[in-house]
């Protein structure tokens, strides 16, 4: 799929349908973002605590007896017309990535400067597809590459 | 001024003009809602971080490079013609306290139930009245409750 953003700019953009949550070995919280399961190619971002949760939350990982700030907000919403349509998160800019929530009002398509983070929780709720720029994927490291990776090494000479 | 609530019972409301934030002994973030700086009675509520930040930041005590949760989602529903009238903290029940959230949509009134925490950040950010159930106000203690309560201890017989 490929889109312009606002710079004119074409963009390749991915549609995920893998979110994973996963803490790293210093405890901090990380979203994955897949095409597919079997992907090689990922997009991982650190998140807060509350976001975090707010995700597990949409994955249906957990239930609470009270509602968390964006069911509330998206609780809200439901008596307007508002129509959600995609998020992308389509840049990064000083180790900082940013998101666009993308929905109709009135026949008008909006777009609205997010974090990713909620985007990908609001996304998750609604039920409305998560696109991620391309340039900003990595890809997995596999065991060809880490051959590859010792072979090269011994080619070089200090 | 007096309202009737949902089990049709009236309840006394003091509306709040001072929002205090405190961390208490243990660390723990602390929200006190009084109607006037210099009023003896007080409501008190123990909130999450990133709510606590919330209203922070509503308070204009700091700023930050990307919007918050609940700033997203008031940004969104500035697209519609939804008006927030009032927040109300209205019950309390096996220790968590219970808010609405009203707002009209198209004439018609709406109350969502939210947490207390996530409506004072919307009222702060919408200029909206906040409103508490006074039988949830605890009055401060002064110097005379402290002494005559050594008075009230001294005629207890053991």
Same mark, same amino acid.
């Given at each position: 799929?490929?889109?312009?953003?606002?710079?004119?700019?074409?963009?390749?953009?991915?549609? #995920?349908?893998? +979110?994973? !949550?996963?803490?790293?070995?210093?405890?901090?919280?990380?979203?994955? !973002?897949?095409?597919?399961?079997?992907?090689?190619?990922?997009?991982?971002?650190?998140?807060?605590?509350?976001?975090?949760?707010?995700?597990?939350?949409?994955?249906?990982?957990?239930?609470?007896?009270?509602?968390?700030?964006?069911?509330?907000?998206?609780?809200?919403?439901?008596?307007?017309? #508002? +129509?959600?349509?995609?998020?992308?998160?389509?840049?990064?800019?000083?180790?900082?990535?940013?998101?666009?929530?993308?929905?109709?009002?009135?026949?008008?398509?909006?777009?609205?400067?997010?974090?990713?983070?909620?985007?990908?929780?609001?996304?998750?709720?609604?039920? +409305?597809?998560?696109?991620?720029?391309?340039? !900003?994927?990595?890809?997995?490291?596999?065991?060809?590459? !880490?051959?590859?990776?010792?072979?090269?090494?011994?080619?070089?000479?200090?």
């Amino acid at each position: 799929m490929t889109e312009t953003n606002d710079s004119g700019r074409k963009q390749e953009m991915v549609m #995920i349908s893998e +979110v994973l !949550l996963q803490t790293d070995q210093e405890d901090q919280r990380v979203v994955i !973002l897949k095409e597919r399961k079997d992907a090689d190619m990922f997009f991982m971002m650190f998140v807060g605590d509350t976001e975090f949760m707010a995700i597990a939350k949409e994955k249906g990982a957990f239930t609470s007896p009270r509602p968390m700030t964006h069911e509330i907000y998206l609780k809200i919403i439901e008596n307007t017309p #508002i +129509v959600f349509t995609k998020i992308e998160i389509h840049s990064m800019t000083e180790g900082t990535y940013y998101a666009n929530i993308y929905f109709k009002m009135d026949g008008k398509e909006v777009a609205l400067d997010a974090r990713p983070s909620d985007s990908v929780a609001l996304a998750l709720h609604g039920k +409305v597809p998560i696109f991620v720029n391309k340039e !900003l994927m990595r890809r997995m490291i596999t065991e060809k590459d !880490l051959e590859n990776y010792r072979d090269l090494i011994k080619t070089v000479k200090f």
